[in-house]
């Protein structure tokens, strides 16, 4: 089992930057599937990014890509999410999740472990 803890948050000017983090407690993180996720208010959770667990591979949301980036650093047991140019409809609670049944956790039926999430506050 996985504890997860999200962090960096806050509020931001539109075409502003935030990076986000997400600390992992065990000695297994390496073999977590690892994603961020989204909610807004009145909006359901939805898939923002996600990496494999050896940072091969990256998949992302069409509304992120090109301004999100994703990564992992498995010696330190954490997952970033570096956000560029950001949008007032980015504004939503952020949730790290993760996986030991699927590499690549795109959507909320494949997470198996949730943080509590960090609120993302863009204005216009």
């Known amino acids: 089992q996985v504890q997860l803890m999200e962090s960096g948050g806050g509020l931001v000017q539109a075409g502003g930057s935030l990076r986000l983090s997400c600390a992992a407690s065990g000695r297994t993180f390496s073999r977590y599937g690892m994603a961020w996720f989204r909610q807004a208010p009145g909006k359901e959770r939805e898939f923002v990014a996600a990496?494999?667990?050896?940072?091969?591979?990256?998949y992302y949301a069409d509304s992120v890509k090109g301004r999100f980036t994703i990564s992992r650093d498995n010696a330190r047991n954490t997952v970033y999410l570096q956000m560029n140019s950001l949008k007032p409809e980015d504004t939503a609670v952020y949730y790290c999740a993760a996986s030991d049944t699927y590499a690549l956790v795109i959507s909320v039926v494949k997470a198996d472990y949730w943080g509590q999430g960090t609120q993302v506050t863009v204005s216009s």
């Open positions: 990496v494999t667990l050896n940072a091969v591979a990256t």
